[in-house]
């Protein structure tokens, strides 16, 4: 009884609510594990057998626990925090890639032309793509794909870590792990090829895979990056040679997220802006983008796992951040304006998904300008429209509606058509944009990550598989899917044109998409 009063003291607790809710998907299986502890605890009790039954069931399951651990290993958990098995004769990803550059041999083809750095109209040049909003407007996909399938350019082994690609002109870079040198790695996009491997000693360690996690920025032939320990790099794009070197966290044991760091830099005019949250007046880094001396550190808010975002919110140019702390907002010369509060499970501070903001609109009541941006996390906390404005001089933030029906834990979502589109804990759910009802809620594809690519969703699923799905709020209407991947995949997507680049912590790979 003192057991049992003493749990339902702390079910009461909020540490409580956030561990439970933290369980995820490993809630059933606890819950039948622990039941199966009750049954035998209780069978003993009651039935009570003999000690040579206690012991021979005893050494049985011994045995059968011996033979278990060493036929199979943990091989990390999935969006839900489900644990992941795998034989353990099987190759784990880090061998992969080891064994590839031991024995990689140039066999493409395609020629690699003089003017590979030059960009184009369809570069995808950061996370998610121009606007840092996961939409690429300028092609137009066909939708047969059992006629018209996508051919696969190039398949390949790459390094650890839930980086993605930037692509820019044939140059696509990513961030890898090849064993204790954290790399950013630059590939010819259409082949494969590895042009250059940048280096640096050091490595992020996590039981949910190691390596870095943010992914790079391509901005007029260089390429910024920040690796999972805090080193923000600027790189020549066409040689991958360093151009300068910073380490946000003065030290990264201490200061670092417990799932690392994830800023992927954003470049506006002469700065880079980073969000690590490296202590008091550290939330938010602007650097010169030429000679990487520090602009501007402000901010004490603690990090979370979003990239930050330049827009100009009721016509004024400001930095979106958030983090651990809620929506922040910083004026572009590093003055703090705004902070709408939004704190996802307690001291974890768990905010994935970028901020949407969309476009300014009249405020009939007032009279006065305004911006709505839309923010999603998960754990119970939901999606939120907000109205972001300047009342006598201060900057204030209004609730205009929020929703628990869609909650973005680890992906990104879009607008299209004054309707949302995300992955509410791994279902696909579409909401009014006016109201935040949701219109439906059908396909199962995990933790992964999508595009909106004109009219059609592009789905990255958590198991690998691209899948094609149609932008409409009226029903959910699959067109296509591929098996893009084999294994769990977290990384974004990225899309330039016709070339589909993806990858996860074991393997990367590109695909021609049938185009309009």
Same mark, same amino acid.
């Given at each position: 009884?003192?057991?049992?009063?003493?749990?339902?003291?702390?079910?009461?607790?909020?540490?409580?609510? &956030?561990?439970?809710?933290?369980?995820?998907?490993?809630?059933?299986?606890?819950?039948?594990?622990?039941?199966?502890?009750?049954?035998?605890?209780?069978?003993? /009790?009651?039935?009570?057998?003999?000690?040579?039954?206690?012991?021979?069931?005893?050494?049985?399951?011994?045995?059968? &626990?011996?033979?278990?651990?060493?036929?199979?290993?943990?091989?990390?958990?999935?969006?839900?925090?489900?644990?992941?098995?795998?034989?353990?004769?099987?190759?784990?990803?880090?061998?992969?890639?080891?064994?590839?550059?031991?024995?990689?041999?140039?066999?493409?083809?395609?020629?690699?032309?003089?003017?590979?750095?030059?960009?184009?109209?369809?570069?995808?040049?950061?996370?998610?793509?121009?606007?840092?909003?996961?939409?690429?407007?300028?092609?137009?996909?066909?939708?047969?794909?059992?006629?018209?399938?996508?051919?696969?350019?190039?398949?390949?082994?790459?390094?650890?870590?839930?980086?993605? &690609?930037?692509?820019?002109?044939?140059?696509?870079?990513?961030?890898?792990?090849?064993?204790?040198?954290?790399?950013?790695?630059?590939?010819?996009?259409?082949?494969?090829?590895?042009?250059?491997?940048?280096?640096?000693?050091?490595? &992020?360690?996590?039981?949910?895979?190691?390596?870095?996690?943010?992914?790079?920025?391509?901005?007029?032939?260089?390429? #910024?990056?920040?690796?999972?320990?805090?080193?923000?790099?600027?790189?020549?794009?066409?040689?991958?040679?360093?151009?300068?070197?910073?380490?946000?966290?003065?030290?990264?044991?201490?200061?670092?997220? #417990?799932?690392?760091?994830?800023?992927?830099?954003?470049?506006?005019?002469?700065?880079?802006?980073?969000?690590?949250?490296?202590?008091?007046?550290?939330?938010? /880094?602007?650097?010169?983008?030429?000679?990487?001396?520090?602009?501007?550190?402000?901010?004490?808010?603690?990090?979370?796992?979003?990239?930050?975002?330049?827009?100009?919110?009721?016509?004024?140019?400001?930095?979106?951040?958030?983090?651990?702390?809620?929506?922040?907002? #910083?004026?572009?010369?590093?003055?703090?304006?705004?902070?709408?509060?939004?704190?996802?499970?307690?001291?974890?501070?768990?905010?994935?998904?970028?901020?949407?903001?969309?476009?300014?609109?009249?405020?009939?009541?007032?009279?006065?300008?305004?911006?709505?941006?839309?923010?999603?996390?998960?754990?119970? /906390?939901?999606?939120?429209?907000?109205?972001?404005?300047?009342?006598?001089?201060?900057?204030?933030?209004?609730?205009?509606?929020?929703?628990?029906?869609?909650?973005?834990?680890?992906?990104?979502?879009?607008?299209?058509?004054?309707?949302? #589109?995300?992955?509410?804990?791994?279902?696909?759910?579409?909401?009014?944009?006016?109201?935040?009802?949701?219109?439906?809620?059908?396909?199962?594809?995990?933790?992964?990550?999508?595009?909106?690519?004109?009219?059609?969703?592009?789905?990255?699923?958590?198991?690998?598989?691209?899948?094609?799905?149609?932008?409409?709020?009226?029903?959910?209407?699959?067109?296509?899917?591929?098996?893009?991947?084999?294994?769990?995949?977290?990384?974004?997507?990225?899309?330039?044109?016709?070339?589909?680049?993806?990858?996860?912590?074991?393997?990367?790979?590109?695909?021609?998409?049938?185009?309009?």
């Amino acid at each position: 009884m003192s057991v049992i009063v003493a749990f339902v003291r702390w079910l009461n607790d909020d540490s409580a609510k &956030f561990f439970i809710i933290g369980l995820d998907g490993m809630r059933m299986q606890l819950l039948i594990v622990a039941a199966c502890a009750t049954l035998c605890v209780a069978s003993v /009790m009651f039935l009570r057998p003999s000690r040579r039954s206690l012991l021979n069931t005893g050494g049985v399951a011994i045995a059968l &626990f011996g033979i278990s651990n060493s036929l199979i290993r943990l091989d990390g958990f999935n969006g839900d925090r489900t644990p992941r098995f795998a034989w353990r004769w099987t190759p784990r990803a880090e061998d992969k890639i080891t064994s590839y550059l031991v024995a990689k041999i140039d066999k493409s083809t395609s020629p690699i032309d003089r003017d590979w750095k030059t960009p184009s109209r369809h570069d995808f040049p950061g996370l998610m793509g121009k606007g840092r909003n996961a939409s690429v407007g300028s092609v137009e996909l066909k939708d047969n794909w059992e006629n018209e399938p996508p051919t696969l350019l190039w398949r390949h082994p790459v390094g650890l870590g839930w980086s993605s &690609f930037a692509i820019v002109g044939q140059i696509a870079v990513s961030l890898e792990q090849r064993e204790q040198d954290e790399c950013v790695v630059g590939y010819h996009a259409r082949t494969g090829k590895e042009l250059w491997c940048y280096r640096e000693r050091t490595r &992020f360690s996590n039981e949910h895979g190691d390596g870095p996690r943010s992914t790079p920025t391509i901005s007029e032939a260089r390429v #910024y990056s920040v690796g999972g320990t805090g080193f923000l790099t600027c790189l020549d794009l066409g040689s991958g040679q360093s151009v300068w070197k910073q380490s946000l966290f003065r030290s990264p044991e201490q200061q670092n997220l #417990y799932f690392g760091t994830t800023s992927s830099p954003i470049v506006t005019g002469d700065l880079v802006i980073v969000t690590p949250g490296a202590g008091p007046k550290g939330s938010a /880094m602007a650097f010169d983008r030429e000679t990487g001396s520090l602009r501007w550190s402000c901010g004490d808010d603690p990090a979370s796992y979003a990239s930050p975002v330049v827009a100009s919110l009721a016509g004024t140019p400001q930095v979106l951040s958030f983090n651990g702390a809620g929506l922040r907002t #910083y004026s572009l010369d590093g003055n703090p304006l705004l902070l709408h509060p939004w704190v996802t499970q307690g001291s974890s501070r768990v905010n994935v998904a970028q901020p949407i903001v969309l476009d300014r609109e009249s405020n009939p009541q007032s009279g006065s300008e305004g911006t709505r941006v839309l923010i999603s996390s998960g754990y119970d /906390m939901g999606t939120c429209l907000l109205r972001i404005r300047q009342v006598d001089g201060d900057w204030v933030s209004e609730e205009i509606w929020r929703s628990s029906q869609l909650k973005s834990k680890l992906s990104n979502f879009v607008v299209h058509q004054e309707h949302i #589109y995300g992955l509410d804990n791994g279902l696909l759910t579409c909401l009014q944009l006016k109201d935040g009802v949701r219109a439906w809620k059908r396909g199962r594809y995990g933790h992964g990550q999508l595009l909106l690519v004109g009219d059609r969703l592009l789905i990255q699923a958590e198991s690998g598989e691209i899948v094609l799905v149609e932008a409409n709020p009226s029903e959910h209407r699959e067109l296509g899917r591929f098996p893009g991947l084999t294994s769990k995949t977290w990384n974004h997507p990225s899309l330039a044109g016709d070339l589909l680049i993806i990858r996860n912590d074991n393997e990367a790979a590109a695909f021609a998409l049938p185009m309009q």
